[in-house]
T-cell receptor
Framework: DTAVSQTPKYLVTQMGNDKSIKCEQNLGHDTMYWYKQDSKKFLKIMFS???????INETVPNRFSPKSPDKAHLNLHINSLELGDSAVYFC??????????????FGNGTRLTVT | GIQVEQSPPDLILQEGANSTLRCNFSDSVNNLQWFHQNPWGQLINLFYIPSGTKQNGRLSATTVATERYSLLYISSSQTTDSGVYFCAVETTDSWGKLQFGAGTQVVVTP
């Protein structure tokens, strides 16, 4: 009965490769996000989708391409991976009613290591 | 953009002790949330508290929006309270974007 689930949990790959992370939520929320947590544990928003529509894109390199096939899924594809992409990537979701966000629910994270 | 400062950066507690974590922010907010990241990396939402006071078991939080701060109280701490506590805020200018503080690392020793 996991609310926000993302796969894989760990991802180790070489520079230059392309990889994807998948996320699914069963909370019925309209809004989904990708956050990046760096080695100092700082969390920063990357993207947000509301009902399959991109609403936030936080100056992320265009090697990162989110895709939302439906409002319960948000995937992240990364092209030409670089060493600096190593981080923990969190998917999250929240209700969206046009009012200030309701509580944010995170997935368990995907630890990406680029060698 | 808004500045979010959390203090202290690190806290070591003996089991059973009480503590207060603080979050200061530099602008008016319409959304403030507290999260706990446990030692396994999971991020758990503790409170959605843009104003007022809430309690959940041994944890409680108070946000004084007019004075731009929020406090998280941990009472009778347990080793399972260890981890990093994050405060995150959203302003009307940054609608939909939660801005996170740097966190408070808490270690509760037996």
């Amino acid at each position: 009965d996991t609310a926000v689930s993302q796969t894989p949990k760990y991802l180790v790959t070489q520079m230059g490769n392309d990889k994807s992370i998948k996320c699914e939520q069963n909370l019925g929320h309209d809004t989904m996000y990708w956050y990046k947590q760096d080695s100092k544990k700082f969390l920063k928003i990357m993207f947000s989708y509301n009902n399959k529509e991109l609403i936030i894109n936080e100056t992320v390199p265009n090697r990162f391409s989110p895709k939302s096939p439906d409002k319960a899924h948000l995937n992240l594809h990364i092209n030409s991976l670089e060493l600096g992409d190593s981080a923990v990537y969190f998917c999250a979701s929240s209700e969206y009613t046009g009012l200030p966000n309701s509580p944010l629910h995170f997935g368990n994270g995907t630890r990406l290591t680029v060698t | 953009g808004i500045q979010v400062e959390q203090s202290p950066p690190d806290l070591i507690l003996q089991e059973g002790a009480n503590s207060t974590l603080r979050c200061n922010f530099s602008d008016s907010v319409n959304n403030l949330q507290w999260f706990h990241q446990n030692p396994w990396g999971q991020l758990i939402n503790l409170f959605y508290i843009p104003s007022g006071t809430k309690q959940n078991g041994r944890l409680s939080a108070t946000t004084v929006a007019t004075e731009r701060y929020s406090l998280l109280y941990i009472s009778s701490s347990q080793t399972t309270d260890s981890g990093v506590y994050f405060c995150a805020v959203e302003t009307t200018d940054s609608w939909g974007k939660l801005q996170f503080g740097a966190g408070t690392q808490v270690v509760v020793t037996p």
